[in-house]
Structure formats: C-alpha cells, structure tokens
C-alpha cells in the first residue's frame, strides 16, 4: 500500500512537471538542469570525501579525543558521585541510536536480539561494566595526559595474556617499546607528584592532592587489568558466537544497562541535595549534553573505524591509532588544568615513541618470533586464533 501511495505521488509529480514543461519549456529546461547539475556535484562531493583516507582519518582522530575530552569534562566536577548513572546514560543513549539506525537501514547487518546468545555474551558484559567504570573513576582523579599514559600499559598485560592464552609472541621491538610505556609512566607519575608538592593542580594543599593522584592510580591499576581481562575474554567469546562489530557493540550496551542501573540504584546517592551538587545550575546543561554526546560518540568512534580501515588500511589505522594518543594528552593540556611541566612532557613523548614502536613491531611481526616467554607448541585452535588476532 506504501508502494503504490509513493508510485501515485510520484507519477502526480511527473505530470505536474510534463505540464509545467510544455506551458514554459524555456523555464523548465533551465530550472531543471542547473538542479540536476548541483545535485551531481553533490554526490560527487560526498563520494569523495567518503573515499578520502584524510578525511576517514581525521574524523576517527577528532571522535576519540572528543569522547576522552567530554568524558573529563562530565567527571571533572568537584562534588561527582554518579558514574554508574552517566555510565547508564552512555549504554542507553547509545542503544537506542543504534536500534534506530537499524530501522533506517544504516545497520543492516546487526542481528535480532537472541537471547540465548545474551546469555553466552553476558558476563563479557561484566568485565565491560567493571572496565569503563574503573575507567571513569581514574579519569575523574587523574588528568588527561596521564591517564592517557597509563592506558598503554594494557598493552602489555594483554600482549602477555595472548601469549598465556592464544599462543601469540612478542618480539623484542615490542620489548622495548613495553620498556618505554613503562618508563614514560613512572616519568608521568613522578611528575604529577612533583607538581602536587609544588602546589600546582586544583588542590592548594600538597597532602590532598598527593591523596587524589594515589586514588587515581589505585583506579588506574584496576582499569588496567579489567580492560585486559575484558579485550582478551571477548576476544575468546567472540569467536565462538560469529560476533560482527555492530553485535558486539549492540550486546555490550543491551546488556550493560540493567546493570548500571541496579549499581547506581543501590550504590550510589539519588538525594536532592547530592542531585544539586552533581549537576549544578549553572552548568547542568553542558552535563546533559555531554552525557547524550558520549553515548553517541561511541558510534562515531566505531564507524570513523571501519571508515578508516576501509579507505586506507588496518596498518595504517594501528598506526594513526598509535599517534592519536599525542593530541589526546595535548588536549587535556589544552582544555583542563594538567601542570605542564618538564616531566610531563617528556612522559608524553616517551609514551607517543612506545605507542609507535609496538604498532611498528605488530606489523613487522608477519612470522613467528622469538621471544622470552612464548610457548613453544601450539595447538590448532591456539593457531588458529594466532593469525586471527595478529
């Protein structure tokens, strides 16, 4: 019945056309044409930028530093207490965006909800839960450019949990580089400190500060080996189920809402009073749409992703993902108070040169190499998953 309304309309539309055309054909040839000739150009327009791997790029690099930015600026507050509850707002937002995507046809290929899978896929959605609240809860004490340095170091948990679990390697490049990752966090972290001593930072008193910066890396350590434990147990599930990216997101937002909303019930302060401070008058509107914007950011970093890799390559996505991390922590430098000392910029770029090295060690990594603790047999199925993740 749609169909033939829309036929109706269209052929009426034709007609009133055909008319118009023989009342003023000089009118219509010229109305129609320039039209026709601006739409090409249109069209040729957006097929170039979505075939243009500088484009592709920068969009994947400005979605990433937009949803670390936002997420800093939400938790920031002096008086925030409701992680679990933005972190719900996320998960929702984010569904729904992606349900509705679906029914305007831009996801055709996310599956119908299966129960039996959500099951399967449900404690996978705990560790996610156990990740980005850890996540949250080390931005919220650390500053940007820090927790942007420590981020590296669940590349080398998870490099060793491949090796224990998938039978991966590590080559001595990526030694070196998880060296370096090492080193630029004990950089950052003495130079936090220092600056806390100093009396630069948010707190005037040295000892509070001092207490802020050994929550943020109690977190941080947390956040570390959740995430790690949530990449490779995922990766493990994944594989099983014949999860596509747009699944996997789907599931991981699904499921991680009636948790965060139990959390947040339970744990967490819903008073008036406690509601006045986490959202101030004065800026409770910037916090609501910074809550509905990182929800949707994680569809933007996800299809700037597959955008990217499509138009240029997985090699260099590694790569572009690798050097993102330096206009990451410039930009908690630029938009937040961070202490902007000699020691923090040398982390900084001791951890942008570990960031490269191991990007550059996984592409060179194409045969098997020799390492300080790979398993020297290998089953099928370890191989298998081998090649998959490299």
């Known amino acids: 019945m749609s169909n033939k309304k829309h036929e109706d309309i269209e052929m009426a539309s034709t007609r009133e056309s055909d008319a118009f055309a023989e009342k003023a054909p000089f009118l219509a040839r010229s109305s129609s044409q320039p039209r026709s000739h601006k739409d090409a150009n249109l069209a040729g327009y957006f097929d170039k930028i979505d075939h243009s791997p500088g484009a592709s790029i920068m969009a994947y690099c400005l979605s990433s530093i937009s949803m670390t930015v936002v997420n800093k600026y939400v938790v920031s ?3 925030w207490n409701l992680n679990f509850f933005y972190l719900a707002v996320q998960a929702i937002v984010c569904t729904a965006a992606i349900l509705l995507s679906k029914q305007l046809g831009a996801f055709q290929n996310l599956s119908a909800f299966d129960s039996v899978k959500a099951k ?3 404690p996978i959605s705990l560790l996610l839960v ?9 931005l919220q004490f650390l500053s940007v ?45 003495w130079a936090d400190i220092q600056a806390a001593i100093d009396g630069f930072g948010p707190h005037a008193d040295s000892s509070a500060a001092i207490s802020t910066l050994n929550a943020g890396y109690a977190w ?23 999860f596509k990216d747009y699944d996997t997101m789907f599931y991981n937002n699904l499921l991680t809402i009636p948790v965060l909303i139990v959390c947040s019930l339970l744990v967490e302060d819903w008073g008036t009073e406690n509601l006045l401070k986490n959202f101030p008058e004065e800026t409770r509107n910037h916090i609501f749409i910074g809550m509905l914007y990182s929800g949707l950011a994680a569809i933007f970093i996800s299809y700037c992703s597959a955008w990217c890799i499509r138009v240029t390559s997985s090699t260099t996505y590694s790569m572009v993902g690798a050097l993102n991390k330096l206009p990451i922590a410039v930009s908690g430098l630029i938009f937040f108070d961070a202490p902007i000392t000699f020691g923090s910029v040398s982390a900084i770029i ?20 020799v390492l300080p603790v790979t398993q020297p047999t290998m089953s099928a199925s370890a191989q298998s998953n081998r090649d998959a993740n490299s």
């Open 120 to 122: 399967k896929w449900f």
């Open 130 to 138: 156990g990740m980005i609240y850890t996540s949250t809860k080390a």
């Open 145 to 189: 450019p820090v927790y942007t340095i420590f981020k590296n170091l669940t590349i080398i948990v998870i490099a060793y949990g491949e090796v224990l679990w998938f039978g991966g390697s590590v080559t001595p490049m990526a030694l070196l580089s998880f060296g370096l990752m090492v080193l630029s966090s004990v950089v950052a972290a």
């Open 220 to 242: 941080m350590g947390m956040n570390v080996f959740c995430t790690a434990a949530y990449v490779l147990g995922m990766r493990k599930v994944i594989k099983k189920m014949n």
């Open 350 to 369: 001791l951890g942008f040169i570990s960031g490269l090295l191991f990007t550059w060690s996984k592409v060179k990594q194409k045969v098997q190499s």
């Open 77 to 79: 507050g002096s008086d």
